[in-house]
């Protein structure tokens, strides 16, 4: 398996594996910060959905997350399926030929590469699956550990071959 694709299959497996984590929280733990200044886990997690979304929405166009705000209290559910569609719809335009994307931004248009665009996906997700278990941590709640969501892992989980005989 290339690397891009990989990553991707990674990210997508990774994002849902944070999501189920979340479900042993209670109420209130969902308003967690690092420090008053940070983000909660709502937050966080609403921000590591929606921004897939517009990911997606920058590279084809499919409109998979919108009519929601980060600020809302999304269910755990439903931020689930949009990540995965998310994820998902990344993946696949990872294998279209790479163009440049503009977008307005503060009254400024951007110019990004596709390339650009989906990579920086899929740092933004480990980015913030790392603050979500920081913030966790902090607060004694230990539901998430990164280990097990790294490649290594994904790479046995996805049944790779990872040694060689002699």
Known sequence: MLNQEKLLLHMG????????????????DWQLRLTEADWS??????????AAGGYA???????????????MVIPLSKLKEICAAADEFLRVQSHMP??????????????????????????????????????????GIRILDLDAIDLWAFSDIAGEINRIEG
């Open 57 to 71: 929405y920058r590279v084809g166009g499919d409109a998979i997350s919108s009519g929601l705000d980060q600020s």
């Open 13 to 28: 497996w990774a994002n849902q594996h944070v999501l189920s984590a979340l479900e042993e929280l209670r109420g209130s």
């Open 98 to 139: 790479d163009s440049v994307e503009t977008k307005m931004r503060d009254g400024q248009k951007s110019f990004r590469s596709r390339s650009t665009i989906i990579s920086q996906s899929i740092h933004h997700a480990t980015e913030h699956r790392a603050q979500i278990s920081d913030t966790l941590k902090v607060h």
């Open 41 to 50: 886990i709502q937050e966080l997690a609403n921000h590591i959905v929606l």
